[in-house]
């Protein structure tokens, strides 16, 4: 009882925000108090079948225990076999829920999506989907968020700009996201003063939001669209550092590495980071292939000289 009560006190520390890191971050940690728990726990089921007169029913609490446990553990788990799968069951458990309606239509549109285009079955599914959440909720940001995913799909930047902005205005807890659309949308309308506008939408953000991964990505996404590849690259490396598991900064830093001319680094990360990169868009991933396999028609590009590169990301997350 005293290991199970001071380690999970000692493991939760990094929880208890006496260490500045995200709360992403944080989170993963809580998996960390269950370990003395556990120990705790299944010395009490030997200990309860410590008399019994066959060695081998000794284990039987243990046994039996691990097995209700993981019945259930396994018939919970199933909702998360997808996004699709998780959200159908949000809506399938609370049709009330605003939030779960949103999410399901951006799961929809995600998996609907074409690299050009958007199919209008899927178009009108995902807006009724995200309707029907405004209409729960109108003053949630999620359902805004999918109406102007949508809007961009179907490349209606007018609305896309307006849908981010009410997000913005809506989402007073988490305005991250809308803020990075609304600075990349920024660069695709016409007029001077866009760029002012997308560099001061992006100082807002990282501000107010120094651990978002998204923002961090979509700003060195615009930088490198502004010729600004020094902070470009720092950060893809921060918004890397912060959510290790995402495809978008790698992916987005190796086609810089690529437009620097630095193909050594470029390749050793393509390798390094194969298994994620496999998650990428295929778009995404058949230009970085083309891109790669013409840096290595040039006479001055060296295997051994990509296998010894630290890469595009030196210091690992």
Same mark, same amino acid.
């Given at each position: ?5 001071? !380690? ?25 108090? =269950? /370990? ?10 030997? #200990? $309860? ?17 691990? /097995? ?13 076999? +997808? ?7 949000? /809506?399938?458990?609370?049709?009330? +829920?605003?939030?779960? &309606?949103?999410?399901?239509? $951006? ?12 199919? =209008?079955?899927?178009?009108? %599914?995902? %807006? ?15 359902? /805004? ?16 700009? #307006? ?7 809506? !989402? ?29 939408? $992006?100082?807002?953000?990282? =501000?107010?939001?120094?651990? =978002?991964?998204?923002? &961090? ?26 959510? *290790? ?14 437009? $620097? ?5 470029? &390749? ?5 980071? &194969? ?6 868009? *295929? ?18 590009? +060296? ?13 690992? *997350?």
């Amino acid at each position: 009882a005293c290991l199970a009560i001071v !380690g999970t006190f000692l493991l939760a520390l990094p929880t208890s925000n006496l260490i500045g890191m995200p709360n992403m971050r944080a989170d993963r940690f809580m998996y960390l108090p =269950s /370990v003395p728990l556990v120990i705790v726990l299944a010395a009490g089921l030997l #200990r $309860l079948g410590r008399d019994a007169r066959e060695p081998s029913l000794r284990w039987a609490p243990l046994a039996i225990v691990l /097995v209700i446990q993981g019945s259930f553990g396994l018939a919970e788990a199933r909702v998360y076999v +997808s996004n699709a799968t998780l959200w159908r069951a949000a /809506v399938r458990r609370a049709p009330d +829920s605003a939030r779960a &309606h949103a999410m399901l239509g $951006l799961d929809r549109l995600a998996a609907g999506r074409r690299p050009d285009r958007v199919e =209008s079955e899927v178009a009108q %599914r995902v %807006r009724d989907q995200c309707e029907h959440a405004r209409a729960l909720d109108p003053l949630d940001e999620l359902p /805004v968020l999918c109406l102007a995913e949508l809007a961009v799909a179907e490349r209606d930047w007018v609305a896309a700009d #307006r849908e981010f902005a009410l997000a913005v205005e809506l !989402g007073f807890d988490r305005q991250d996201r809308p803020i990075a659309a609304l600075a990349q949308l920024a660069l695709d309308q016409p007029g001077e003063d866009q760029r002012e506008r997308a560099e001061a939408l $992006l100082a807002r953000g990282l =501000s107010a939001y120094p651990y =978002s991964p998204d923002l &961090h990505a979509a700003a060195g996404r615009i930088h490198h669209r502004l010729c600004d590849p020094d902070r470009a690259m720092a950060l893809y490396r921060r918004a890397r550092t912060l959510r *290790p598991e995402r495809w978008e900064p790698v992916a987005w830093g190796v086609e810089l590495a690529l437009d $620097l001319g630095e193909t050594a680094a470029a &390749h050793r990360t393509w390798w390094a980071e &194969h298994d994620l990169l496999a998650g990428a868009d *295929p778009v995404t991933r058949d230009l970085l292939q083309r891109r790669l396999a013409e840096a290595r028609r040039d006479p001055a590009f +060296s295997p051994l000289q990509s296998f010894f590169s630290p890469g595009v990301f030196p210091d690992e *997350p």
